[in-house]
Nanobody, 119 residues
Framework: QVQVVESGGGLVQAGGSLRLSCVVS????????MGWYRQAPGKQRELVAA???????NYADSVKGRFTISRGNDKNMVALQMDSLNPEDTAVYYC?????????????WGQGTQVTVSS
């Protein structure tokens, strides 16, 4: 069974920083790409940042230059450093892991962590 567990959300003032972490555990062959998504009230879930197994990154235009995604050396962990936060970044942030097992790739999600940015 695969588990995806996030940590690091919270309340911060505009201009502040937060760091989110996500760890994947369980039985599987390998992890392909990992990423962070967010969903604000009344909005659809959107991609924030993603990183491939080879280290290539992709960011939403709204967070470029402010957020940095990184993957741990053991490839089972991904972090999101969020700087210069603004109230528009308020959302529930979800970790996504695309995992190869049983001959196919599967998407797994964490339970979400709340990020609230006050003005």
């Amino acid at each position: 069974q695969v588990q995806v567990v996030e940590s690091g959300g919270g309340l911060v003032q505009a201009g502040g920083s937060l760091r989110l972490s996500c760890v994947v555990s369980g039985s599987f062959s390998s992890i392909n790409h990992m990423g962070w998504y967010r969903q604000a009230p009344g909005k659809q879930r959107e991609l924030v940042a993603a990183v491939t197994g080879g280290g290539r990154t992709n960011y939403a235009d709204s967070v470029k230059g402010r957020f940095t995604i990184s993957r741990g050396n053991d490839k089972n962990m991904v972090a999101l450093q969020m700087d210069s936060l603004n109230p528009e970044d308020t959302a529930v942030y979800y970790c996504n892991a695309n995992i190869f097992e049983r001959g196919s790739s599967w998407d797994y999600w964490g339970q979400g962590t709340q990020v609230t940015v006050s003005s």
